[in-house]
């Protein structure tokens, strides 16, 4: 058994419940067939198991270090990412015309959970990369994609996205990068970036940045706010119009963050424009415009939105791996005897057989199996957004999607880290030691909460214009499908009472919905946006058990496999049982407008 993610889970998900399949009817996946998505998922599997989760320790303990000049990282880093890129996944979802497999986004993403689930370190170089060629794809010009698209899915080049500054975190309306618009139509950037993931290295030949920067005539203060904000691709080294990289740009290492976890995948503070260097005799980063002036943030979130989820699977994945390590241990370590043995002599069993392990893994599965369940039903809402057939269904995709990112993001990242907790604790003592694999689990995962935005603003963004988009247009649309649900789940006896709770609880949520809007102002009705967040997930995963259960139970009367079927029906009935009722008083608390952490006072702390 794989230790890093169960591949009949997935293909459960992905032809059981989500008909994936069917995507083979769409002219853009014709050529496809259940034997050649298998086929992708079988190499991504093996590379991942034989070349990636054996250096995911190494990374580790052996993180890149910056020498003043250059930034060393482990050897068999970039041996694996060879792997990874000679296979050509790196070009996965691409156009077959672009040398790409073509798969369907939901095939990408699922050949991708093996990479995060078997290092977090290394699949963040690709991750990246392919995030911000799919945004050249669709904003950049044909030279931007032929200098840098192309380089970039060879693998010959890597990419970043660079947002954050020093002083402004989060807040992107504070930057202060400017890029000045030169004589050739290029620009010259000035500034400093923050918390850049892959941000220098020596893996590849080239960095494609992506920066947010506001334009600024020279010798003019920066702009404040959102709308002077514009979308820069910005190369470590120049590439004449043949594609040869040549002088270096004016891009400098300002030195290593040192993180927790994910410590292979180099984090750094970027100076743009601090005079090191000076292509073509002058100071100042050269850029390309990439979409129109002052569209940046529009551009970058096509990024960002891609980063949320692939961030939401990653916090899956790895929360997955540590239930499987778990699971492993305590299915093989003898301790103590059940509570109603009172012979001392009787041998000790395994400790899968006390209910509390039971318990603990339980909750582990409902977690990750129900993260994973989200992770990939997002990324078919993509595929029906790129390829339905009418123009309606593309557009309810893209509502639905658009509701439930925040969530795809958040979610996982609360729930799945808790599933490592819980790994630590099953294991005992030895969880915290550095012997066993779950104690780094647990720190790579505590980053997913925090990167690619907090859970404090993926709440705001959730409560404060998500549900209400459209006149609510799309949580609309959410509740009819859950109501489909709930009607087929009251048609099944064994999973009525599952059915009865979520149709209360959406209830409830409506309920909470209309009291928030009633709230004085709208710093009140924010005010507890990520208790919201949290309940809202709890909702939309337990929807996602039925529906899982569902299937599960249909296929448990006609099926060998029954284990695997009881397994996912006692999860779902876990979830219903221990984990929707903490809706409660998180709806409780919300209707009430409780008002405690918007009115304590600095000086009362």
């Known amino acids: 058994m794989s230790l890093i993610l169960a591949q009949r889970d997935i293909d459960f998900l992905l032809y059981e419940w989500l008909k994936v399949e069917e995507l083979t009817q769409r002219e853009r996946f014709a050529d496809h067939s259940r034997e050649t998505f298998d086929a992708a998922m079988a190499t991504s599997s093996q590379i991942a198991q034989d070349h990636f989760y054996p250096i995911n320790k190494l990374l580790d303990s052996d993180e890149p270090h910056f020498d003043g000049n250059k930034v060393t990282t482990p050897e068999p880093l970039k041996a694996a990412l060879k792997q990874f890129i000679d296979a050509g996944l790196m070009a996965a979802g691409q156009d077959f015309d672009a040398g790409g497999m073509q798969l369907p986004h939901v095939l990408e993403k699922a050949c991708f959970a093996w990479f995060s689930g078997a290092s977090a370190s290394a699949s963040g170089y690709p991750m990246l990369t392919i995030g911000n060629a ?15 698209v192309k380089p970039m899915l060879a693998g010959r080049f890597f990419g970043t996205m660079c947002l954050s500054e020093p002083q402004a975190g989060s807040s992107l309306g504070d930057i202060r990068t400017r890029a000045v618009l030169q004589a050739d139509g290029t620009y010259r950037l000035y500034g400093n970036k923050m918390w850049i993931s892959a941000g220098e290295h020596e893996l590849t030949e080239n960095i494609v940045h992506l920066v947010l920067a506001k334009i600024t005539p020279e010798g003019e203060p920066v702009p404040s706010g959102v709308k002077s ?15 040869n990289c040549g002088e270096r740009n004016d891009v400098v290492l300002a030195g290593l963050n040192h993180k927790m976890g994910y410590r292979g995948t180099t984090n750094c503070l970027l100076n743009f424009g601090e005079g090191k260097f000076t292509p073509q005799g002058k100071a100042g980063a050269v850029g390309t415009l990439v979409g129109q002036a002052y569209q940046g943030l529009a551009c970058m979130f096509h990024m960002m939105n891609e980063a949320r989820i692939g961030v939401g699977l990653g916090a899956v994945t790895l929360g997955y791996a540590g239930y499987l390590h778990s699971l492993e241990y305590a299915r093989n370590r003898p301790q103590g005897r059940a509570p109603s043995a009172k012979d001392p002599n009787v041998a000790q069993q395994a400790i899968i057989e006390h209910a509390d392990i039971r318990r603990m893994l339980l909750a582990q599965k409902s977690y990750v199996e129900g993260g994973l369940a989200l992770e990939l039903y997002c990324a078919r809402l993509v595929d029906d957004w790129q390829t339905a057939a009418l123009p309606e269904l593309r557009e309810a995709a893209f509502d639905l999607l658009d509701l439930l990112t925040p969530v795809a993001k958040s979610w996982p990242s609360q729930w799945c880290l808790e599933a490592n907790n819980l790994a630590i604790q099953v294991h005992g003592g030895y969880g915290y030691t550095r012997d066993y694999n779950v104690e780094q689990y647990y720190r790579d995962n505590r980053l997913n909460p925090i990167h690619e935005g907090t859970h404090g603003i993926q709440g705001l963004d959730l409560l404060g214009r998500k549900v209400r988009m459209k006149g609510g247009a799309a949580l609309v649309q959410l509740q009819l499908l859950i109501a489909k649900t709930i009607q087929r789940g009251l048609a099944e006896p064994k999973l009525k009472s599952h059915a009865q709770a979520l149709a209360r609880w959406g209830q409830e949520l409506t309920a909470t919905l209309a009291a928030l809007g009633k709230a004085s102002s709208i710093d009140l009705g924010l005010a507890n946006a990520s208790v919201f967040l949290e309940a809202f997930g709890h909702y939309v995963v337990g929807w996602l058990w039925l529906e899982q259960a569902l299937v599960a139970q249909n296929a448990l009367q006609q099926s060998t496999d029954k284990d695997f079927y009881l397994g996912k029906l006692a999860a779902a009935k876990y979830f219903e049982k221990w984990e929707l009722p903490k809706l409660g008083p998180m709806l409780q608390l919300l209707a009430e407008l409780e008002d405690t952490p918007l009115t304590m006072q600095d000086s009362w702390f």
Do not use: A
């Not at 799919?134 to 840098?148: A, C, H, I, S, V």
């Not at 904000?229 to 594609?243: A, R």
């Open 134 to 148: 799919n945004l050249l794809q669709r904003y950049g010009t044909p030279e931007q994609k032929e200098l840098f």
């Open 229 to 243: 904000i514009s979308l820069f691709l910005v190369p470590k080294k120049l590439v004449d119009k043949h594609g």
